[in-house]
């Protein structure tokens, strides 16, 4: 089977991340960029990045809304007058429908994230359509579309998984720069490592989660966001950067 392990293969090692994703079965062996053949790019509605030659970037929130971190950010996007993609999971959905609708309500595009945050390759067919559409349907309750993005937990998706997507007329969606933030790193140590790294079409991957250590990465907004803009970045929607629709 084709799995999708999206980190580097240290990070499969440390005991930290293995104990809070559940991941038992790590082939240490497995590390970005060689997981996966690169033609599901052609085949499917997939992509990693946005494309080179535009000064955009997009920023991607996964695993909201939650009633803490998702207040902050939106309060800084405001702020910076920058826009972002927020990856949300059914259940907290249903546990903070008002911040669903003030993602929303400020110019912001949702994506699906599946419900409980499964990992997708080791679920049923049926069980992962249900994931998909039980959020869609929460999504579309609260505000008024069925979301074009998806992107799968950990980024694990089988092929056969990925071509049921693209049949749904979803785009799913990786991550070209990921901030790894859910190790509780400092808004520094985050900052430096997007400046570092961040190119013309980025995708970067930051969480908004409960009992995660996030501050540090809500505070790096306060850096990233404006330092870039002085480059003359645009931060868009993942939609605005694909030219496409935020719903389906
Ligand atoms: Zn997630």
Request: charged fraction near 20%; hydrophobic fraction near 40%.
């Given at each position: 089977m084709n799995y999708f392990y999206p980190y580097p293969t240290y990070l499969y090692n440390d005991l930290r991340y293995r104990k809070s994703y559940g991941y038992?079965?790590?082939?240490?062996?497995?590390?970005?960029?060689?997981?996966?053949?690169?033609?599901w790019v052609e085949k499917y509605?997939?992509?990693?990045?946005?494309?080179?030659?535009?000064?955009a970037i997009a920023l991607t929130f996964d695993d909201g809304p939650d009633p803490i971190f998702t207040p902050h950010i939106l309060d800084k996007l405001k702020t910076y007058g920058a826009q972002a993609t927020f990856f949300l999971l059914g259940e907290n959905i249903e546990k903070f429908p008002d911040i669903v609708k003030r993602i929303a309500a400020e110019g912001h595009v949702i994506g699906n994230?599946?419900?409980?945050?499964?990992?997708?390759?080791?679920?049923?067919d049926e069980d992962y359509h249900q994931q998909i559409q039980k959020t869609d349907a929460l999504i579309e309750q609260l505000v008024g579309y069925k979301p074009k993005f998806f992107r799968p937990p950990y980024g694990a998706i089988r092929e056969d998984q990925l071509q049921w997507a693209t049949e749904q007329n979803m785009m799913v969606i990786q991550w070209s720069?990921?901030?790894?933030?859910w190790q509780g790193l400092s808004a520094k140590h985050i900052t430096e490592a997007v400046m570092a790294n961040a190119l013309p079409g980025s995708i970067i991957l930051q969480h908004n989660a409960?009992?995660?250590?996030l501050q540090g990465s809500v505070d790096a907004l306060d850096q990233i966001i404006p330092q870039l803009q002085e480059k003359a970045t645009r931060f868009v929607t993942l939609p605005e950067m694909f030219h496409l629709d935020k719903a389906r």
């Amino acid at each position: 089977m084709n799995y999708f392990y999206p980190y580097p293969t240290y990070l499969y090692n440390d005991l930290r991340y293995r104990k809070s994703y559940g991941y038992d079965d790590i082939n240490p062996f497995l590390s970005r960029g060689v997981w996966t053949p690169f033609t599901w790019v052609e085949k499917y509605h997939y992509a990693f990045s946005g494309p080179f030659d535009q000064a955009a970037i997009a920023l991607t929130f996964d695993d909201g809304p939650d009633p803490i971190f998702t207040p902050h950010i939106l309060d800084k996007l405001k702020t910076y007058g920058a826009q972002a993609t927020f990856f949300l999971l059914g259940e907290n959905i249903e546990k903070f429908p008002d911040i669903v609708k003030r993602i929303a309500a400020e110019g912001h595009v949702i994506g699906n994230h599946t419900y409980a945050h499964p990992n997708l390759p080791q679920v049923s067919d049926e069980d992962y359509h249900q994931q998909i559409q039980k959020t869609d349907a929460l999504i579309e309750q609260l505000v008024g579309y069925k979301p074009k993005f998806f992107r799968p937990p950990y980024g694990a998706i089988r092929e056969d998984q990925l071509q049921w997507a693209t049949e749904q007329n979803m785009m799913v969606i990786q991550w070209s720069l990921d901030t790894l933030d859910w190790q509780g790193l400092s808004a520094k140590h985050i900052t430096e490592a997007v400046m570092a790294n961040a190119l013309p079409g980025s995708i970067i991957l930051q969480h908004n989660a409960q009992g995660v250590p996030l501050q540090g990465s809500v505070d790096a907004l306060d850096q990233i966001i404006p330092q870039l803009q002085e480059k003359a970045t645009r931060f868009v929607t993942l939609p605005e950067m694909f030219h496409l629709d935020k719903a389906r």
